[in-house]
């Protein structure tokens, strides 16, 4: 599986695609901004002479989300000089996400935002210069000391790569039947790439510069009882009943996995403070439905049946190009008519929920850094 040429969501405007099913992360936007504007605010008070600043939202993927993320940002420092009495610095916005990601749709979306930040309430008086940056956040993307601010939602739960040496018969993720290596080799990935992540972000922020993070992970500490293994473990049964009824190869089920792991918040943290790159100033955990079209609060399914027709859609708007790469697309519509069935019934005994892990970062200055690695070397020799 070449993830840099298929890991991406479906692109268009199609009610399949990653634009129509993204109610749940624009959502989730919405949710961390006083996150956002707590770091942006001390960032505004740590650097008051800033002329320009430089945003990243990496993983921005085609949707409305990406604008609502930048429109967010604009309004809290318009706000901080407006009542400062100040210039609001140029504000240059890197928009990045894997080469395959559909930027025509983005930037042609760009005419409308352009039109909404400038007219009426919602004018921001703020000067901003948006590009595009292709590439794995897993790599090196700017200069050093150069980004005051990265923004990243519902990206990280995307590793680098499937784990090496994966035996999974019968599971695309970590499921019941998954023998205990299987889940090692999952963690261990993610703390190798987690711990890549900080070490590149830490090189390109400027010092003082801050993060604001969220990603799907999971409430509790046994990675067997996450809430996204029982999602992808209702799209793995679709799967093996169509291997059951000859219309999907065993083989090819069997070397099907995906590059994806949701963590705890103990897990995130750990490999944070086993970095030492950064302070983490904050942390959350909220939950989503499911189904993208479900508000409520409650434990309640009002519909189960469109409920699993909604979130079936929402997971083919992200799985679909990783479906058709490896097993082809004549079984796409198939078998998200029998996952979201599976998921109509799984939901009239439990309404499971998405756990979304938020954390907020800010790069350590150099005293602190050394005095963190004096202090681990210390206690070594002890």
């Given at each position: 599986?070449?993830?840099?040429?298929?890991?991406?969501?479906?692109?268009?405007?199609?009610?399949?695609?990653?634009?129509?099913?993204?109610?749940?992360?624009?959502?989730?936007?919405?949710?961390?901004?006083?996150?956002?504007?707590?770091?942006?605010?001390?960032?505004?008070?740590?650097?008051?002479?800033?002329?320009?600043?430089?945003?990243?939202?990496?993983?921005?993927?085609?949707?409305?989300?990406?604008?609502?993320?930048?429109?967010?940002?604009?309004?809290?420092?318009?706000?901080?000089?407006?009542?400062?009495?100040?210039?609001?610095?140029?504000?240059?916005?890197?928009?990045?996400?894997?080469?395959?990601?559909?930027?025509?749709?983005?930037?042609?979306?760009?005419?409308?935002?352009?039109?909404?930040?400038?007219?009426?309430?919602?004018?921001?008086?703020?000067?901003?210069?948006?590009?595009?940056?292709?590439?794995?956040?897993?790599?090196?993307?700017?200069?050093?000391?150069?980004?005051?601010?990265?923004?990243?939602?519902?990206?990280?739960?995307?590793?680098?790569?499937?784990?090496?040496?994966?035996?999974?018969?019968?599971?695309?993720?970590?499921?019941?039947?998954?023998?205990?290596?299987?889940?090692?080799?999952?963690?261990?990935?993610?703390?190798?790439?987690?711990?890549?992540?900080?070490?590149?972000?830490?090189?390109?922020?400027?010092?003082?510069?801050?993060?604001?993070?969220?990603?799907?992970?999971?409430?509790?500490?046994?990675?067997?009882?996450?809430?996204?293994?029982?999602?992808?473990?209702?799209?793995?049964?679709?799967?093996?009943?169509?291997?059951?009824?000859?219309?999907?190869?065993?083989?090819?089920?069997?070397?099907?996995?995906?590059?994806?792991?949701?963590?705890?918040?103990?897990?995130?943290?750990?490999?944070?403070?086993?970095?030492?790159?950064?302070?983490?100033?904050?942390?959350?955990?909220?939950?989503?439905?499911?189904?993208?079209?479900?508000?409520?609060?409650?434990?309640?399914?009002?519909?189960?049946?469109?409920?699993?027709?909604?979130?079936?859609?929402?997971?083919?708007?992200?799985?679909?190009?990783?479906?058709?790469?490896?097993?082809?697309?004549?079984?796409v519509d198939e078998l998200f008519a029998r996952f979201a069935m599976?998921?109509?019934?799984?939901?009239?005994?439990?309404?499971?929920?998405?756990?979304?892990?938020?954390?907020?970062?800010?790069?350590?200055?150099?005293?602190?850094?050394?005095?963190?690695?004096?202090?681990?070397?210390?206690?070594?020799?002890?």
């Open positions: 599986m070449n993830r840099e040429k298929i890991l991406h969501m479906n692109g268009g405007a199609s009610c399949y695609s990653y634009a129509a099913n993204s109610k749940t992360q624009e959502e989730a936007v919405l949710k961390i901004r006083p996150i956002m504007e707590e770091a942006l605010t001390e960032m505004h008070i740590d650097l008051p002479m800033m002329e320009k600043m430089v945003v990243a939202d990496l993983g921005c993927s085609s949707g409305p989300n990406t604008f609502a993320m930048l429109t967010e940002v604009m309004k809290i420092i318009g706000n901080q000089c407006q009542r400062k009495g100040v210039q609001p610095p140029e504000m240059q916005l890197f928009l990045n996400d894997l080469p395959e990601n559909d930027f025509n749709t983005l930037f042609q979306s760009l005419r409308d935002f352009k039109k909404k930040v400038s007219v009426g309430k919602d004018t921001i008086n703020v000067p901003y210069f948006i590009v595009g940056l292709p590439g794995s956040f897993y790599e090196r993307l700017f200069p050093s000391q150069s980004v005051h601010f990265f923004h990243s939602s519902y990206s990280l739960h995307w590793i680098s790569q499937v784990p090496e040496g994966l035996e999974n018969k019968g599971n695309i993720y970590i499921g019941k039947t998954s023998p205990p290596l299987v889940a090692k080799l999952y963690q261990d990935q993610f703390k190798r790439d987690f711990s890549l992540f900080l070490e590149l972000r830490f090189k390109e922020l400027v010092p003082g510069g801050q993060m604001v993070l969220s990603f799907l992970g999971r409430k509790k500490n046994d990675i067997y009882g996450g809430e996204l293994s029982t999602s992808w473990g209702l799209v793995s049964e679709s799967l093996n009943s169509m291997v059951l009824e000859g219309l999907v190869e065993e083989e090819k089920l069997d070397s099907f996995n995906l590059p994806f792991y949701a963590p705890s918040m103990e897990e995130a943290k750990a490999v944070i403070n086993a970095q030492g790159l950064f302070n983490i100033i904050c942390t959350q955990m909220f939950e989503s439905n499911w189904d993208p079209h479900d508000d409520s609060d409650d434990d309640f399914i009002y519909d189960n049946v469109q409920s699993g027709a909604n979130y079936a859609a929402s997971i083919r708007s992200v799985m679909e190009p990783m479906i058709v790469s490896h097993f082809g697309v004549a079984i599976n998921v109509a019934k799984h939901l009239v005994k439990e309404k499971t929920k998405l756990p979304v892990l938020a954390l907020c970062l800010k790069k350590k200055l150099k005293k602190q850094r050394c005095l963190l690695l004096s202090n681990m070397y210390n206690g070594h020799n002890k």
